[in-house]
């Protein structure tokens, strides 16, 4: 199975890809997966034929399943992810064959769960299958990573019951 890693965040040191990391280490076995670049231009009609846009959307098409990682930008998730989402969902035949699983992590007690539920929406509008369980809603995932590295056992275990749930899919 070929899993497509994208993390809304574009920080180097950011807590989300962090998660799509471990993910990416702990079942290497299971699956092959790729990191996404969404640092696409800002969406505009015109740049439709720009390679790096074809070559996204090629991307986007041939994965078998992909996961987001989000952290919530002012109650929503990031401009970043809401572009490429924007360009990938535009003129897409294959849209509605897309298979796409939530996480958010933030520093606060909810966990991003805001900006999880508005993507959920915005992914059901794009008429893309999104998986609704288990949620994963990652919170004070500062004290949960210690040097760059996923430490909390509780979340791990999240994490098994996820992609366990993927991989049958
Ligand atoms: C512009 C901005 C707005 C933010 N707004 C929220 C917010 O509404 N809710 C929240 O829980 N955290 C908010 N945060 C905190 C981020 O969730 C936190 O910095 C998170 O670690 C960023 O994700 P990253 O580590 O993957 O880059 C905000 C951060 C930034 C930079």
Redesign the pocket.
Known sequence: MKIGLI?G?L?KD????LILKYIEEEYKEKATFNFIDIALPLFNEDLKEVDQVKKAKEIFNDMDFIIIST?????SFTGVLKNYLDWMSYQNDLLSTRKISIIS????I?G?SRAQYQLRQVLQGMGVYTLSRPELFITE?HKKIENNVLVDEKTKKQIDKLIEVILTI
């Open positions: 993390s965040s920080r950011s807590f989300n890809t952290p919530e930008y002012s109650y992590a933030s520093m606060s909810l991003g995932v």
